[in-house]
């Protein structure tokens, strides 16, 4: 079993950056994929970032190319999201995953392990 944490979230102004931390505990990481995603109110938990069991290959939604940047350190069996230039549009519920493979999927019904969310605010 894998328990994941995430840390990081806040308030924050538009424009500005906030970075998240999934730190995993259980067992190591260092072999599955990894995740972010979020949920704003009243609407599906959805695909933000995604990355490959050794950091190298990534995947981003459209919405956050550019802005987001997804990471993990397997040395410390953590995972991470820099979120820089913020909109209101981004404030969400973040959660992690994370997956008992190597490889990259948008598909939330393919990732096994979860955290219980950061809230991240952004006001404009």
Do not use: H
């Not at 990894?34 to 050794?54: C, D, H, L, S, V």
């Not at 990534?58 to 953590?78: E, H, L, M, P």
């Amino acid at each position: 079993q894998v328990q994941l944490v995430e840390s990081g979230g806040g308030l924050v102004q538009a424009g500005g950056s906030l970075r998240l931390s999934c730190a995993a505990s259980g067992r190591s990481i260092s072999n599955y994929a990894m995740g972010w995603f979020r949920q704003a109110p009243g609407k599906e938990r959805n695909f933000i970032a995604a990355i490959t069991w050794n950091g190298g290959s990534t995947s981003y939604a459209d919405s956050v190319k550019g802005r987001f940047t997804i990471s993990r350190d397997n040395t410390k069996n953590t995972m991470y999201l820099q979120m820089n230039s913020l909109k209101p549009e981004d404030t969400a519920v973040y959660y992690c995953a994370s997956r008992r493979s190597p490889w990259i999927t948008w598909a939330r019904g393919e990732y096994d392990y979860w955290g219980q969310g950061t809230q991240v605010t952004v006001s404009s």
